[in-house]
């Protein structure tokens, strides 16, 4: 049982950079997908990047592409999604996923394992 914990969210003006972390239980995470969602109040859970951790193919949602950027240190089992210009829009929880899987997946049914979220607030 693999067990994913992100950190990092918090409360930042528009315009503003987060990072947040998944961190994975897992030995190795070096063959899975490992994926970013979010969810907003009254909307449902969406897809926002993900990425191949073992050949580090990637690919975001296209409401933040050029603004997010997943990334990974297989040494230290950690995802990273690094946010930049960020606006109200943005504002959700944030949920790490991964998958013992080589294709990269967009819906969340595809994600067998989730963290408990981490929130990202953005003022205007």
């Known amino acids: 049982q693999m067990r994913l914990e992100e950190s990092g969210g918090g409360l930042v003006q528009a315009g503003g950079s987060l990072r947040l972390s998944c961190t994975a239980s897992?030995?190795?995470?070096?063959?899975?997908?490992m994926g970013w969602f979010r969810q907003a109040p009254g909307k449902d859970r969406e897809f926002v990047a993900a990425?191949?951790?073992?050949?580090?193919?990637?690919f975001y949602a296209a409401s933040v592409k050029a603004r997010f950027t997943i990334s990974r240190d297989n040494s230290k089992n950690t995802v990273y999604l690094q946010m930049n210009t960020l606006n109200p829009e943005d504002t959700a929880v944030y949920y790490c996923?991964?998958?013992?899987?080589?294709?990269?997946?967009?819906?969340?049914?595809?994600?067998?394992?989730w963290g408990q979220g981490t929130q990202v607030t953005v003022s205007s």
């Open positions: 996923a991964g998958d013992p899987r080589e294709l990269i997946a967009t819906r969340a049914d595809d994600y067998d394992y």
């Open positions: 897992a030995r190795n995470l070096s063959r899975w997908v």
């Open positions: 990425m191949n951790t073992n050949i580090g193919s990637t």
